[in-house]
């Protein structure tokens, strides 16, 4: 099961609107949906993200755009903890 926090779900949000004012929104539903679509195979593959820079998480580089989702495992639950550009600067902790 894939839980997304309050923070992630906004990032997401956010990235949609910042893309479709800055390209459109048919490039901003692509990037939302690639993202979205790289996040739901977690539920097979929960290791398939890299070692996180935070402790304890993992981040999982989404193809063909420039984001980052962080999460972490918990028992038989992923948790997605944030949406990073590459260029954004990390937090210490979530």
């Given at each position: 099961?894939?839980?997304?926090?309050?923070?992630?779900?906004?990032?997401?949000?956010?990235?949609?609107?910042?893309?479709?004012?800055?390209?459109?929104?048919?490039?901003?539903?692509?990037?939302?949906?690639?993202?979205?679509?790289?996040?739901?195979?977690?539920?097979?593959?929960?290791?398939?993200?890299?070692?996180?820079?935070?402790?304890?998480?993992?981040?999982?580089?989404i193809p063909d755009t420039p984001f980052v989702v962080v999460y972490?495992?918990?028992?038989?639950?992923?948790?997605?903890?944030?949406?990073?550009?590459?260029?954004?600067?990390?937090?210490?902790?979530?």
């Amino acid at each position: 099961m894939i839980e997304w926090s309050k923070q992630a779900a906004r990032q997401l949000d956010q990235a949609y609107d910042y893309i479709a004012l800055s390209n459109s929104e048919s490039i901003a539903k692509q990037v939302i949906s690639q993202i979205i679509k790289s996040v739901e195979r977690l539920a097979a593959f929960p290791m398939s993200g890299k070692v996180g820079r935070v402790s304890g998480t993992r981040e999982l580089v989404i193809p063909d755009t420039p984001f980052v989702v962080v999460y972490t495992k918990q028992k038989n639950q992923i948790v997605i903890l944030a949406i990073y550009h590459g260029a954004q600067q990390w937090p210490d902790a979530f």
